[in-house]
């Protein structure tokens, strides 16, 4: 059962209980966070008084989305600072501890794992747990689970009276989880308008539930990946947001494209090798970088831009010349390279947002996993499992035991 979309909108629940369930999880996610925010919730050793740093330890679906979302969307001077522990490199997850200091008092562990046995994500906790205790201070206080119910992870907070635990549901991967507690979360204790952010992804849904094909954006979007990749993922997709605050946009779809669509057999048990490959960075950083391959190399590849057209919020811009800001200097970037890779007959995209806003990312993560869905239809593949993935946990187990 597939259902991430029933998250920003539970009407669409196929029954109450179901809705219910989502509807009550959003309003403890929003008082969890208000009641942290605001000191109600406080750490209990910290001489500040109250939480200062989220520390969140997850991996994959469970790190990219609230990573892109931080950087996107959270305020200059957010009430609680994030940084994440997503990996098991040891060197890592010390920079990360090293760097809280003795905030590591004031710190909330959020820790993510739909099974709750990833390992990563174990060995995360475990280091982290180990740092607490160097410190002389009590996990269970300041640790945070989101996880399925009855999970190992799940278990273990509730029998160790963790801060509190927040459920994810078998029907959501994690990849599209970010409208979950997995990413509504975070978002919100960094004092991220969740509310609005499950609004933009809810009428993005709505837009794209139209059979007619030239009123429905992600069915426009996935027939542009399929005619410019054959349909058989002959060029990659490289993704360019012109807004330093999109700048991991391309890691985030990284995972929601690949591994929804890099798949070894179709439907009919064919053997399909189907995939498109995803890469990025941001504009005009991208001038300086690969874009003298991307016109004039091999022409293996598709580009997305990603525009947005207010620079500044509104009074707040500056004129570098007479008529002419740095905004403008962007446009033309973008402007410029998209026409050169033009003239070369290299193939784009243009993907056009007002502002970077939570309700314009909650349409944009919501546009590409729609999109996704349709492209996965159109080659006749299953975009919602990763037997790939399992299958080097799998390995990776029986290596290490």
Known sequence: MVGH??????????NSFLRLQIENNIEAISAFADDVVGGKIKPPSSPEGRFTQILSVGI???????????????PDNPPLKIRFIDNTDPAGIDHQIAQLGSELASTLVIVVSKSGGTPETRN?????????????????????????????????ARIEGWLARFPMFDWVGGRTSEMSAVGLLA?????????????????????????????NPAALLALCWYWASDGVGSKDMVVLPYKDSLLLFSRYLQQLVMESLGKEFDLDGNRVNQGLSVYG?????????????????????????????????????????????????????LQGTRSALYANGR??????VQEVT?????????????????????????????????????LLLWLLF
């Open 60 to 74: 994959g679906g469970s790190a990219l989305g609230p990573q892109f979302v931080a950087e996107a969307l959270a």
């Open 281 to 333: 960075n941001k504009g005009s950083t991208d001038q300086h970088a690969y874009i003298q391959q991307l016109r004039e190399g091999v022409h293996n590849f598709f580009a997305t831009f990603i525009e947005v057209l207010r620079d500044r919020p509104p009074g707040h811009d500056w004129e570098l010349e007479p008529g002419v800001t740095c905004g403008d200097y962007l446009f033309g970037m």
């Open 187 to 215: 978002a919100a204790l960094q004092g991220i308008d969740i509310k609005e952010m499950l609004t933009g992804a809810s009428l993005m849904d709505e837009a794209t539930r139209t059979p007619v094909v030239k009123n």
């Open 358 to 394: 939570p309700r314009s990312v909650g349409a944009l993560i919501a546009l590409y996993e729609r999109a996704v869905g349709i492209y996965a239809s159109l080659v006749n593949i299953n975009a919602y499992h990763q037997p790939g993935t399992d299958s080097s946990l799998y």
């Open 347 to 352: 193939e784009s995209i243009t993907v056009t």
């Open 5 to 14: 979309y029933w998250l920003r909108n539970p009407k669409l629940a196929p």
């Open 124 to 156: 995360g906790l475990l280091e982290v747990q180990k740092a607490f205790r160097e410190a002389g201070l009590n996990f269970s206080k300041q640790g945070v689970a989101i996880t399925q119910e009855n999970s190992l992870l799940d278990n273990t």
